[in-house]
């Protein structure tokens, strides 16, 4: 089954104080660290993203078709332009993706609209899959202004997968970078 791979990183990075796809973790850029995951799993890969400095990575970058709305105007304009049914979402600050946790949730793909993680911690919405079939709810929440997607997930048929045994032999599989003293 091929997969697209869409990589988040067109965040404002208020917290980080500079566009954090561009910062240095074990000698590359976590954009370059995303999408070293990616590739690995899937084709093609696209960068969801507002920051025309993120077109160097030589993969397409689609911007927010609607703006200001967060990480769901982000997968919902890649969604529009992918060419598979089935997409990996990927956080660029999520940089310890691990490659046996990639298998086990594309393992888990089914009928439905979203492979959402889940761990004792909560859920993971931006390390997922989701289904083409989950764009018709989504620029319907767009267009009311809800933005959160996890009213999304109620709303379409999700599957939440446990996680727990990834996050136990993996501690920093879904820690996020988002602030200097996150480095």
């Known amino acids: 089954m091929q997969i697209t791979g869409i990589i988040l990183s067109g ?4 917290r980080m104080g500079t566009d954090k796809a561009l910062i240095h973790i074990n000698e590359k850029t976590l954009l370059d660290n995303a999408i070293d995951i990616c590739s690995n799993f899937f084709s093609p890969i696209l960068i969801s993203s507002n920051h025309r400095n993120h077109e ?3 993969y397409k970058v689609i911007p ?3 703006i200001n709305c967060g990480p769901m105007g982000g997968i919902y304009s890649s969604l529009k ?3 598979t049914d089935w997409n990996f979402v990927m956080s660029v600050d999520a940089a310890f993706v691990e490659t046996e946790f990639i298998k086990y949730i594309i393992s888990e793909t089914g009928d439905f609209d979203a492979i959402i993680p889940i761990h004792q911690n ?3 919405p931006l390390i997922a899959l989701y289904h083409k079939d989950s764009l018709a709810e989504m620029k319907k929440m767009l267009d009311l202004g809800n933005f959160k997607i996890q009213n999304l997930l109620n709303l379409i048929n999700t599957r ?12 920093k599989l879904f820690r996020n970078l988002n602030r200097p003293e996150d480095f």
């Open 56 to 58: 160097k990575t030589g």
């Open 122 to 124: 909560g859920k993971e």
């Open 64 to 66: 927010d078709e609607i």
């Open 160 to 171: 939440y997968v446990d996680s727990q045994d990834f996050v136990k032999r993996f501690p």
């Open 81 to 83: 332009q992918s060419v």
């Open 11 to 14: 965040g404002q990075s208020k």
